[in-house]
C-alpha cells in the first residue's frame, strides 16, 4: 500500500495539468500513487494524462464525467485510492518540491492522526504576491496531535480539500465523501472535522494553488449560491446529531454563517429577488442551529449577524447597500473616431439586437478569407435566413466575391452591424472599442495551430511582449470571447493557457481546411493553372513565418538556387507571412509568388510538397497527407526570442534541414517522399489533425447560428477514415 494517493481533478485546466502531475511526479518522497481524473477517455486531459502513465507506473488515470463536477471526480478518485492518505489537487495546482517528504516526515513525527492539515499559498495568476491565508489560522494550534476540542477554531470549512492530508481509513469508516454540487469543500472539510479524533498541523506549505483569472466558479452569478445554505445546513445538523459542545459548535456556526452573510450582501451574486429568498432561508438556519451562548462577532459583521436573527431583509439591504447596481459603463464606452461616429454607435447600442444578423472579419479586414469565409458560406447554405455581412478595409472592398454583402471598416455602416449583430465571428479580434452585448455571441475561430507561444504566454519574452502592447487590453479582447474554435487537442490545451477566459471550446476543426477534403482533383487543376503552375512540373511551396526579430521580410534561402539543386521539374511557390502582403506579384523564373494570393489554402492544395520553417501552415498542409520538410536554420534564435510550446526538432512531419545543401539534397534525392518522411508525417497527422475532416464549418454552423445541442453535432470522422484531396503529381523525381 503506498503511503499517498494524490487525486487530481482536471476539468477544465486540461492546458496546465502536465505542470500539475510533473509536479508529484518530481517529488524527491515516491512512495505515491498519481491519480488523474479526466472527463473520458477521449477527453484533452485523458491525452495529458496516459503520456503521463506511459513513463510512470505509478500514474492511473481513471474516468468521471463533467455531470458529476468536482465532487464526483473526487470521489471518483478515493474509490480508485489504495494509499494510506489521500491528498487532493486541482488541474493547474503543483506540489511544492519536498512536500510529500515534508508530510511523511510529520506522520511520522504526530502517529496516525485522521487528518493532517498544512499551509498553501494562493498564487496570482498574472502579477500580485502569493499569499499564505492558511498560515495564521494554523499558528493556533497544538505543536502535537491534538483532538478538536483543542482548537475549536480549526473547523475545516475555511480550509480547502487540497490543504490538507486525510487518512483513507478514517474516511472510510465514516463513510466521507464529497457532497454533490458546488461549495463541496466546505460540506467535506466541516464533516471531516467533526468526525475526526486526532489532528495534526504541518506549518509549511504543500500547495501552490492558481488563481485563475476568470475567478472562482463559485463567485460568478447564479442560483447556485442557494447550495451554500444545504451545505451550512448539512454540517450543522451533523454537528447537532454528534452532540458537539457549544465550545466546538460555536466557531464552526460563526464560520459557516460569515460566508453565508459575504454572499447575502454580495451585489454580483444573487439578483435581489433571489438574494430576499437566501436571506430568509438564512435566517431560520441561523436561528435553528445557533449554539447556546453563541456570542456574536463585534462590528458591522455582529449588526449584520442580529439582523439576520431578526429576519429584516430591508434593513440588512439597507446597511450594506445591496441595492446600487454596479455599472461598468465608463470602461465600455465605445472608441470610435469622431464625435458623431461616437453618438451615432451609442445610439445603435441601445436598439434591440437583430437575431438574423451574423457579422464576419478575417485577418482585421484583410478581405473573404479563412475559417469566418468557410462558415459564412456553409451558413448561407444551412441558415440561409441569417444575413451576414462581412468587414473589410477599404482598400479590399473591391476584391470582395460577388454576391457577399459587405460593410468597410470604419464607416457608420460598419459600427451599425457591429451593434446590432447577434453573431460576430472573427479569426483574430475586433477593434477596441466593439462592446460585448448581453444575448451576443462572440465566435473565434483563430487562424493555426501554436507552435510558437501566444496571448499571455508571451509576456516573458521581451521582442514579442513588447510588439503585443498591453496584455491587460489583449484580456479585455479575450473576455468578449463565447466560443472558441480548436483544431486538435494540443491547440486546446495551448488556447486555455494563452487565452485564459470563460469561454467555451469547440472541438470541431477549423473550417478552412474543410477544403482539403471536400475539393476534386479538377479543382486542384484549376488553381494550378489560375496560379500558373506549368504542367508537369512538381510545385513546392515555401511558407516561411514571421520573424519578431527581423525588420521585414526575409526569404532566408536562395529560392533560384534551391530550384537549380532540387531538379530541373521544381517550380517554388512562395508565400510570405501575409504581414508583408503588398499586394502586388514578384514572380522570377521558376518563382511563383503567391503571397497575394487570397486563399492559403488553395496555394496548399495547388502544392505538392510544403517547406516551411515555423509557420502553423505546416499543421493545415497536413491534413493533405503530402510531403513536408521542414528547414530550421535558426531555430535557436528562434526558440530563444518567440518561444515554443514543442520541440519540433525532435518531433517533425518529415526532414529538417539545416543548411540550403541539406534542403536541396532532400529534393533531389527524393527523401522527402520516402517512407521514412510518411511515417513522420503519419505520426504528426495523428497528433495535429485530430479533428478536420471536412466537416468543421457545419458544426460551426449548427451549434452557434442554429442552436442545435452538442449531442446533436455531427461527431469527427476518424482519420484513417478520411481521404484528401488528391495532389497535382506523383512526385516522381524528374
Not at 492558511?134 to 470549512?157: C, D, I, N, Q, Y
Not at 467533526?194 to 492558481?210: D, G, K, M, P, T
Not at 464625435?339 to 441601445?350: A, P
Amino acid at each position: 500500500m503506498p503511503r499517498f494517493s494524490i487525486i487530481v481533478a482536471s476539468h477544465g485546466v486540461a492546458g496546465r495539468l502536465s505542470l500539475a502531475l510533473d509536479s508529484v511526479l518530481a517529488q524527491s518522497f515516491g512512495d505515491f500513487e498519481l491519480i488523474p481524473v479526466c472527463d473520458a477517455p477521449d477527453a484533452p486531459a485523458a491525452e495529458v494524462a496516459a503520456g503521463h502513465a506511459e513513463r510512470d507506473s505509478r500514474v492511473a488515470p481513471v474516468h468521471s464525467p463533467p455531470s458529476a463536477g468536482l465532487a464526483g471526480a473526487r470521489n471518483t478518485g478515493m474509490r480508485a485510492a489504495t494509499g494510506g492518505y489521500l491528498l487532493f489537487l486541482d488541474g493547474d495546482d503543483t506540489l511544492t518540491p519536498g512536500a510529500l517528504a515534508a508530510l511523511d516526515a510529520r506522520l511520522t513525527e504526530t502517529g496516525d492522526v485522521d487528518v493532517l492539515y498544512a499551509e498553501h499559498e494562493r498564487t496570482p495568476w498574472w502579477e500580485g504576491e502569493p499569499t499564505n491565508p492558511a498560515a495564521l489560522l494554523l499558528a493556533k494550534t497544538p505543536k502535537g496531535a491534538f483532538s478538536p476540542a483543542e482548537a475549536p477554531h480549526v473547523t475545516g470549512v475555511q480550509l480547502p480539500a487540497w490543504s490538507a492530508a486525510y487518512r483513507r481509513a478514517f474516511l472510510t469508516e465514516h463513510e466521507l465523501a464529497f457532497p454533490d454540487g458546488h461549495f463541496t469543500d466546505v460540506g467535506f472539510g466541516g464533516l471531516v472535522t467533526l468526525h475526526a479524533e486526532r489532528i495534526a498541523v504541518l506549518r509549511s506549505v504543500v500547495v501552490r494553488h492558481l488563481l485563475r483569472r476568470q475567478g472562482s466558479r463559485l463567485n460568478l452569478p447564479g442560483e447556485h449560491h442557494a447550495e451554500l445554505l444545504d451545505r451550512a445546513e448539512q454540517v450543522l445538523s451533523r454537528a447537532a446529531e454528534l452532540e458537539v459542545s457549544a465550545d466546538r459548535s460555536g466557531p464552526l456556526f460563526g464560520q459557516l454563517f460569515a460566508a453565508v452573510l459575504k454572499t447575502a450582501a454580495h451585489p454580483a451574486r444573487l439578483p435581489d429577488r433571489r438574494r430576499r429568498a437566501f436571506f430568509r432561508r438564512a435566517g431560520k438556519l441561523y436561528r435553528r442551529h445557533r449554539p447556546a451562548g453563541f456570542r456574536r462577532p463585534g462590528g458591522s459583521l455582529g449588526v449584520q449577524h442580529r439582523l439576520l436573527a431578526a429576519g429584516a431583509y430591508t434593513a440588512f439591504r439597507a446597511l450594506r447597500g445591496v441595492n446600487q447596481k454596479a455599472t461598468a459603463a465608463a470602461e465600455r464606452l465605445p472608441r470610435p473616431r469622431g464625435l458623431r461616429t461616437r453618438l451615432y454607435y451609442r445610439r445603435q447600442l441601445r436598439r434591440p439586437l437583430d437575431p438574423n444578423l451574423a457579422v464576419y472579419c478575417a485577418y482585421w479586414g484583410r478581405g473573404y478569407a479563412c475559417s469566418p469565409a468557410a462558415i459564412h458560406a456553409k451558413a448561407a447554405e444551412l441558415a440561409p435566413h441569417i444575413r451576414s455581412v462581412f468587414l473589410v478595409e477599404p482598400d479590399q472592398a473591391h476584391a470582395m466575391p460577388e454576391g457577399v454583402e459587405h460593410a468597410v471598416i470604419g464607416s457608420r455602416r460598419y459600427w451599425q452591424v457591429l451593434a446590432r449583430a447577434t453573431y460576430l465571428v472573427n479569426n483574430a479580434n475586433f477593434a477596441e472599442g466593439v462592446v460585448k452585448r448581453e444575448g451576443s455571441v462572440h465566435v473565434q475561430t483563430q487562424h493555426g495551430t501554436p507552435l510558437k507561444k501566444m496571448g499571455v504566454d508571451q509576456s516573458t519574452y521581451p521582442v514579442v511582449a513588447a510588439a503585443t502592447g498591453s496584455f491587460t487590453k489583449l484580456l479585455g479582447r479575450v473576455d468578449r470571447w463565447d466560443c472558441n474554435v480548436s483544431s486538435n487537442t494540443h491547440s486546446t490545451q495551448m488556447w486555455e493557457r494563452a487565452f485564459p477566459g470563460r469561454y467555451e471550446h469547440l472541438e470541431y476543426g477549423y473550417p478552412r481546411n474543410d477544403v482539403f477534403y471536400t475539393a476534386t482533383g479538377e479543382d486542384v487543376a484549376r488553381i494550378r493553372r489560375e496560379l500558373g503552375v506549368p504542367d508537369g512540373r512538381t510545385a513546392v511551396l515555401y511558407a516561411p513565418t514571421h520573424r519578431d526579430y527581423h525588420t521585414g521580410f526575409e526569404a532566408g534561402l536562395d529560392l533560384e538556387a534551391f530550384c537549380e539543386a532540387a531538379g530541373e521539374d521544381v517550380v517554388v511557390l512562395l508565400r510570405a507571412h501575409y504581414f508583408y502582403d503588398r499586394g502586388a506579384r514578384a514572380d522570377a523564373g521558376r518563382i511563383i509568388d503567391v503571397t497575394g494570393h487570397r486563399s492559403s489554402e488553395e496555394v496548399c492544395l495547388a502544392a505538392d510538397a510544403l517547406v516551411t520553417d515555423y509557420s502553423s501552415i505546416m499543421f493545415d498542409y497536413a491534413n493533405l497527407d503530402r510531403p513536408i520538410v521542414v528547414y530550421a536554420d535558426d531555430w535557436d534564435v528562434y526558440t530563444e526570442t518567440r518561444g515554443v510550446y514543442f520541440d519540433l526538432m525532435a518531433d517533425p512531419p518529415g526532414p529538417v534541414a539545416r543548411t540550403p545543401r541539406e534542403l536541396a539534397r532532400v529534393f533531389a534525392d527524393g527523401s522527402y517522399a520516402g517512407p521514412e518522411s510518411a511515417g513522420r508525417r503519419a505520426e504528426f497527422r495523428r497528433r495535429f489533425c485530430g479533428f478536420d475532416d471536412g466537416r468543421a464549418a457545419e458544426r460551426v454552423v449548427r451549434r452557434v447560428l442554429l442552436g442545435e445541442p452538442p449531442e446533436a453535432i455531427p461527431a469527427v470522422r476518424p482519420l484513417a477514415e478520411r481521404v484528401p484531396a488528391p495532389a497535382a503529381s506523383t512526385l516522381v523525381r524528374s
